[in-house]
């Protein structure tokens, strides 16, 4: 009996999330400026060194355990958001390349196809990465490497940044400004 | 003939009836090249009910007989589901060639880790229905929803986090797909447990009306083009992009 009332509250579950979904299909990105407005800067350079394990050991070293643990924690909990902010920007991103890869234009729909990529690596590496780094906040022991992160950012930044400058002349530079 | 009889009868014919208006749709917009599986499974459930509806209505047709009948339609149907479940996945895996190397996999343990708990289920919790055949048919029935319901859920969770946008059509026939299926999942657990009261019936002929307006919908819309104007681009810019297209590729 157990296992019917668990399907059929996963059944009711689900239905609830489709309905939900089929509603919220409406929310699209009508401008550039539209984009613009929700992307969220993220500092690239302050993740490496968040996540940077030569700074990392610096720190074991040079203050007590007790410290550390807190200080350590109280970083890799920035290392989160920052890595959410990165994926909520992927997410963005990825509406873009997707209007780009519509052009009928080859170049810029090839850029578009591009950039797609980039942004659901980058969405699939962030979940991975948040994963693991809730691990290290629970087991602060493990070792951890989400470096290829900033380095998929990086990547999917700078075809932003170009993708931007072959569309819209004037208004790719904000883009690049905001990333 | 009593209201409830008049809406049983609604709900029983009026869904293939507009299924039979979902196939001109198709053929009309040339949708059975793109969605073969689903143009096949909408051409089967109109033959099927033509069918049972005339069986229903002989005198010369057993109830067994038409319990067989229904079952063996029953079987094709959900098979046929699988099928439109994996065209959608085609669909969207040719959309972003990215997941190819990321989704795929986690389809294929998804799939497993499912079919492992509805067979689990199916083993371990059997049903409680003295009619063999019909045991077998909600059993099996609660098995196939519990995989396809599961399934699209994956697939609908995780294109919602990677943030990936659905063709409309696509997207249509997957809302209906799981909708169905989310509804014939709380019943068939239901059905195999306890012995429910006929008007359950309406629910699920009422989900299934619902959901064949939703695919005529979404069929017959157009599909949502991009907001963004794109303009002509220098021919600088254009040989930037190719080199770094190019660096791209080699990486």
Sequence with gaps: MISTLVLVVFGLLALLFLIRLAKGRSSTINSLDDLTERLRPVDVEAFRNLVDPDEEEFLRTSLPPTEFRAIHRERLHAAVDYISCAAQNAAVLLRLGEAARQSPDPAIAEAGETLVDSAIRLRLYAFHAMGRIYLGILLPGVRLSPVSIAESYERMTGLVIQLGRLQYPATGARVAAVL | ?251
């Design chain 2, 1 to 251: 003939m009593t209201l409830l009889g008049m809406v049983w009868y609604y709900l029983w014919i009026a869904p293939y009836v507009l299924q039979g208006v979902l196939l001109l749709v198709m053929v009309r917009r040339r949708f059975y090249r793109q969605f073969p599986v689903f143009f096949a499974y909408t051409a089967f459930e109109v033959c099927q009910f033509v069918v049972l509806f005339a069986m229903d209505h002989s005198a010369a047709v057993s109830a067994e007989e038409y319990v067989h009948a229904y079952g063996w339609a029953l079987a094709v149907s959900t098979a046929l589901r699988f099928g439109i479940l994996h065209e959608i996945l085609a669909h969207l895996f040719r959309d972003y060639a990215a997941l190819g190397h990321f989704g795929k996999p986690i389809f294929r343990a998804a799939t497993v880790a499912l079919l492992f708990a509805a067979l689990a289920l199916a083993v371990y919790t059997g049903g409680n229905n003295a009619n063999g055949v019909m045991l077998a048919v909600h059993v099996a029935d609660r098995t196939a929803s519990i995989l396809q319901c599961g399934l699209l859920m994956c697939l609908f969770l995780f294109s919602t986090y990677l943030g990936l946008s659905w063709r409309n059509h696509v997207f249509g026939i997957a809302l209906g797909v799981g909708i169905f299926a989310s509804v014939e999942l709380i019943v068939s657990a239901m059905r195999a447990q306890i012995t429910l009261p006929y008007f359950v019936d309406f629910l699920t002929m009422g989900t299934y009306h619902c959901c064949v307006l939703l695919w005529i919908f979404y069929l017959w819309a157009p599909e949502r083009s991009t907001q963004f104007t794109l303009r002509v681009l220098p021919e600088t810019d254009l040989e930037i992009w190719n080199q770094e297209l190019q660096r791209l590729l080699h990486q």
